[in-house]
């Protein structure tokens, strides 16, 4: 029987029109989005790149020729030429080779020395060219660059007859304040003009370098030399880029003459007045998003006749909807049963393996010998929260007196579990170093050994672990009391009043814990009757009461004050009575631990 009618189709087809309106909707948006993203970067970060790759080659050759003009006027040799009027001798052959060896050894077109004393013009190849004249307006350059009193200046033109761009550079000579000379080179930027075609980008990107009247000194395309830049841009966008004072690097966009928009940057040189231009359509830059937005509407069409067909098969070839709903019952029920069973057999495997930790670590901690023979009373109230734990409690006792501490490891149950394992064994090797009775001494060291075992002096070590800890020396006669702790405190009630020993701020082993933290040790004498008293965090931060907060010390304090009276077992009784009260329905948050003993 075939569950199909009209009503069928039309869920069908709403659902499909939902489906496809989705993706358009979303490709739409991430299209918007991506055309942002895509122009945002092209202003900010692709556009000034592409022009300061080429400026930098720019300021390089114009640097390069800055420095060879200002090591030529610095000449000492040259300069006593120029200052003995250009006599013939030595200092001319010095003199004239060094413009021949600028040209024949170091690429330059032409080097030059035009002294102010005689007039006289000496070019590349040490050839005297002639003398210049200031009625001559071919050498006013010279003229207006003495007065002009600057060291250096540089200048790029373009050479119509050559077709080519150059820079050239002038130095000036100075003796005692009083300019003797112009001295400098000059470049072919004809390579340079070969690097500007390569930076093309695209079909319709444009580079240009142009001097302050707007020249065009070079370009990527031959034919624009020594045009004005004025007709080849958006009149408009020239008018605000030759009208500044002082060029700034600026992206602007603008429609061209196709009426497509293009983007352009204008980034000044810094050793000139020159401003390198690069300008590209924005439909190069973004051409990929047209494809991207084709392939939206490919997708969603072909989605669109991939689900008609998956919701007709679906309809009619699946049969009865209630008999399908049966046998899909009949697998979930099937399944669930399976699953049932194996996380029945996962959980035995797990608590069998919490319980075989659970003998492991109580076989470390519980040494009721040790305990009697240390203490003439004491109380362990351990509880963890979930089996195993991170809490441990340790005595060791040895020639000279007895150590005792509880600690407050890293996690809670087997990864708690391992690092008081690790804990107590680098315990029972600091207490045989042989200082056992200086209790800040022992966590010094057991700092130092938890760190390196963990690897957490390395940048790149795995864990950041370590443990609060109290611990305490007791002398072999039992009178005198040393103790220190990480992050946790000693009480002590002696006949008169309650003691708080406050442990150091640090912990053991972390990585914000230095290598060599200066714990504290304190000291007081033991009478008989003195209870002392030391407790983890999960005492004190389990949550409860009507609010929710934790226990906190200050019921602790009243908790000591209120029963001391009563033997020490009693106590610990008393104390987890109120605990458990105060918890009422809260779980337990952390592994709890409670040590109370009296050393006479």
Request: hydrophobic content about 40%.
């Amino acid at each position: 029987m075939k569950y199909y009618d009209k009503g069928t189709l039309r869920i069908i087809g709403f659902a499909s029109l939902v489906i496809v309106f989705s993706m358009l909707l979303i490709g739409g948006i991430v299209y918007v989005f991506t055309e942002s993203g895509v122009v945002k970067k092209l202003k900010e970060k692709d556009l000034p790149v592409i022009a300061q790759a080429m400026a930098a080659k720019v300021e390089a050759r114009i640097e390069r020729s800055k420095e060879t003009s200002y090591t030529l006027a610095a000449d000492p040799e040259v300069r006593q030429w120029l200052t003995e009027g250009e006599p013939a001798g030595d200092r001319q052959r010095h003199s004239l080779q060094r413009l021949t060896t600028l040209v024949e050894q170091f690429g330059y077109s032409n080097s030059f020395i035009v002294s102010s004393g005689t007039s006289q013009y000496w070019g590349e190849g040490g050839q005297l060219l002639g003398k210049i004249s200031p009625n001559e307006p071919a050498d006013r350059w010279f003229y207006d660059f003495i007065a002009s009193g600057r060291d250096v200046e540089v200048n790029l033109d373009y050479n119509k007859e050559r077709q080519e761009a150059f820079v050239f550079t002038n130095a000036l000579v100075r003796q005692d304040g009083k300019p003797l000379a112009a001295v400098g080179v000059g470049q072919s930027l004809k390579d340079l003009a070969e690097e500007f075609r390569a930076f093309k980008y695209g079909t319709t990107s444009r580079l240009w370098l142009i001097n302050p009247d707007g020249e065009v000194i070079l370009s990527a395309d031959e034919s624009d030399y020594g045009r004005q830049i004025d007709s080849l841009l958006n009149a408009d966008i020239v008018r605000e880029l030759l009208g500044q004072a002082k060029p700034v690097m600026q992206t602007l966009e603008f429609k061209g003459e196709d009426g497509e928009l293009t983007d352009l940057i204008s980034y000044p040189l810094s050793s000139t007045s020159m401003q390198l231009l690069f300008q590209i359509e924005r439909q190069e830059t973004v051409s990929f998003l047209n494809r991207i937005k084709m392939n939206t509407v490919a997708v969603s069409l072909i989605s669109f006749v991939l689900i008609l067909f998956l919701f007709y098969y679906v309809s009619h070839r699946l049969a009865n909807p209630y008999e399908r709903a049966l046998q899909m019952n009949q697998q979930l029920e099937r399944k669930v049963r399976e699953r049932t069973q194996e996380l029945a057999e996962h959980n035995e495997k797990l608590m069998d393996s919490i319980d075989y930790a659970k003998r492991i670590q109580e076989s470390l901690l519980l040494r009721p010998k040790e305990w009697d023979e240390a203490t003439k009373e004491h109380v362990l109230l351990y509880k963890p929260r979930d089996g195993v734990g991170g809490d441990f409690h340790w005595v060791k006792p040895l020639t000279g007196g007895t150590l005792i501490a509880i600690g407050d490891c890293t996690g809670h149950g087997v990864p708690g579990a391992l690092m008081t394992m690790l804990s107590i064994t680098l315990l029972d090797r600091v207490a045989e170093e042989g200082y056992a009775d200086e209790p800040a001494r022992v966590l010094g060291e057991l700092n130092r050994l938890v760190k390196q075992t963990l690897h957490q002096t390395e940048p790149a070590g795995l864990t950041d672990d370590g443990l609060d800890i109290g611990l305490c020396y007791i002398n072999e006669e039992r009178t005198v009391l040393r103790f220190a702790g990480a992050k946790c405190s000693l009480y002590v009630r002696d006949q008169e009043r309650l003691h708080l020993l406050e442990g150091g701020r640090k912990s053991i082993g972390y990585r914000r814990t230095p290598m060599e933290y200066p714990f504290l040790s304190h000291e007081l004498r033991l009478h008989p009757g003195t209870a002392c008293y030391m407790a983890t965090d999960g005492f004190f931060d389990q949550s409860g009461g009507e609010k929710g907060y934790a226990f906190g010390k200050r019921r602790f304090l009243e908790l000591l004050e209120r029963h001391r009276q009563y033997p020490l077992r009693e106590q610990a009784e008393l104390f987890w009575a109120e605990l458990e009260s105060y918890m009422g329905d809260e779980a337990q948050r952390d592994d709890i631990t409670l040590l109370a003993f009296q050393a006479s």
